[in-house]
């Protein structure tokens, strides 16, 4: 791996694995010996700026931060891009999320996320174990903010559902599995990539100098995208054919990259 300028990694399933809800102290420390290296970390994920800046608040000024699967991008809490997703579109997707009975909606802002939980449990799940900001409203038709990303969380698992809402949806926006029990929906063509690249351009940083760490179908197009792509050995089989490298933890291939400049 040669003049590596950034990494970055997926969260759910990649940096945090079996469900853990905080991070690893180690990542901290590696992440500050980065930039002793003149290299920066991204967070790359479907989560909202505000859950990920807590996730990592020991370092939360000095990493970038790609959001919303590549809807928002930010850096030194600047909003360096966002992608809006067409109000009509969005509207019937809402409305198909909301007559849907195992389903539930999130509208994800810049710096909150807007739901009009069926159930209280709901919103004590986003809360108190996802820990996004959250805010509660009458009418998901008249939110603040233009709409970016709008998920549906499906609570006892998303992959029978995934079907019905990509053979609807599939022609206008982009529809990705974010995880367990996440459909993830964002404006057509966006995907983690798109925000990637934006970044990479306000940084003057090529492609092909960037590590991208990742274990889902979220993840494909932006490790299709950086120059050194690796997959987790829990990723599922399709990611893992497209990365040339495997690491049981981002730890792992981190402290590698820091010691050898390479992946053993």
């Not at 959250?134 to 603040?144: A, E, M, Y």
Request: proline share 4%.
């Amino acid at each position: 791996m040669k003049n590596i300028k950034l990494i970055a990694s997926d969260i759910d399933g990649t940096l945090l694995l079996n469900g853990a809800k905080t991070l690893n102290p180690k990542i901290f420390i590696e992440i500050r010996k980065l930039r002793e290296q003149g290299i920066l970390f991204m967070a790359a994920s479907g989560r909202e700026y505000t859950n990920l800046r807590s996730l990592f608040s020991p370092v939360a000024d000095d990493i970038i931060y790609l959001c919303l699967n590549g809807c928002l991008t930010f850096y030194h809490d600047q909003c360096i891009s966002k992608e809006i997703m067409d109000t009509d579109i969005a509207k019937r997707l809402i409305t198909t999320i909301q007559y849907d009975n195992n389903a539930e909606a999130l509208i994800s802002g810049e710096k909150t996320c807007y739901i009009t939980p069926k159930n209280q449990s709901y919103y004590e799940h986003l809360a108190n174990t996802v820990k996004n900001h959250v805010t509660i409203v009458d009418d998901l038709f008249n939110i603040p903010e233009p709409y970016t990303k709008i998920s549906a969380y499906f609570k006892d698992g998303v992959n029978e559902h995934y079907q019905y809402y990509a053979d609807m949806f599939d022609k206008d926006i982009t529809v990705q599995i974010g995880g367990k029990c996440w459909l993830d929906c964002a404006p057509k063509g966006v995907n983690k990539s798109t925000g990637f690249l934006k970044l990479l351009s306000h940084l003057s940083i090529p492609a092909e100098n960037t590590v991208m760490f990742g274990d889902n179908d979220n993840d494909k197009q932006i490790l299709q995208t950086c120059g050194y792509p690796i997959a987790m050995t829990t990723a599922i089989p399709s990611i893992r054919e497209i990365c040339p490298y495997q690491v049981s933890t981002v730890e792992e291939g981190i402290a590698s990259i820091l010691e050898t400049d390479t992946l053993s």
